[in-house]
C-alpha cells in the first residue's frame, strides 16, 4: 500500500509528533512508509509526512534499512558541514543545511528491540532531516546558505 506525502502547506508537518506507546504495533505502517518512501527515490520519510503524528522515521540509505521508534539524538560528532538536501514534502526543492557529520541515535525498532546506532556522512544527514520532521520542521526553516541554494524545476 502507498501512503499519500504530505506537503508543506499541510498543518500535521508543523505538528510535535506524539511518542508511540511501547509496544504499539506499527509494522504495517512502517512497511507502507518504506514503499512509499522508495516509490518516490527518497532516502527517509517519517510518519507525520504521510499524516500520522508519531515519533517513527525509517530510513534505507546505501542498501541499509533504518526503523527508529520514539528516536533520539543522544551524541553528535564535533563538525558539521553543509549538505544540499532535498524533501519528499517539498517537492523539486533543494536547500543547504547544516548537519552534524555523525551522530548516536537510540530508540526502538518495529519489533521494539532497543537500538543504537552511530550514523555518519549521509546516513547522519537522512536521520537528522528525518528527526526534524518528527518536532515540527521543515528543511526551510533551518541555516539555509541563501536564497541561491534552491533550485526549483
Known amino acids: 500500500m502507498l501512503l499519500k506525502i504530505r506537503t508543506d502547506e499541510d498543518p500535521i508537518l508543523r505538528e510535535v509528533a506524539k511518542p508511540v506507546e511501547q509496544g504499539a504495533d506499527r509494522r504495517v505502517l512502517i512497511e507502507a512508509m518504506f514503499r512509499t ?12 509526512q504521510v499524516g500520522v503524528s508519531e515519533r517513527i522515521l525509517i530510513a534505507q540509505v546505501k542498501g541499509v534499512r533504518i526503523v527508529l521508534i520514539n528516536p ?38 518495529e519489533h521494539w528491540a532497543a537500538v543504537k546506532l552511530e ?35
Open 37 to 48: 518512501m522508495l516509490e518516490h527515490r527518497g532516502l527517509g520519510l517519517a510518519a507525520p
Open 72 to 109: 533520539q539524538i543522544v551524541a553528535t560528532g564535533r563538525h558539521r558541514a553543509w549538505n544540499r538536501e532535498g524533501c519528499l514534502s517539498i517537492p523539486g526543492k533543494f536547500v543547504g543545511v547544516r548537519r552534524y557529520d555523525r551522530v548516536v541515535v537510540t530508540g526502538w525498532d
Open 119 to 153: 550514523a555518519r556522512h549521509l546516513t547522519a544527514t537522512v536521520i537528522q532531516h528525518e528527526l526534524d520532521h518528527l518536532d515540527g520542521k521543515l528543511m526551510t526553516d533551518g541555516e539555509v546558505t541563501d536564497a541561491r541554494s534552491a533550485i526549483y524545476p
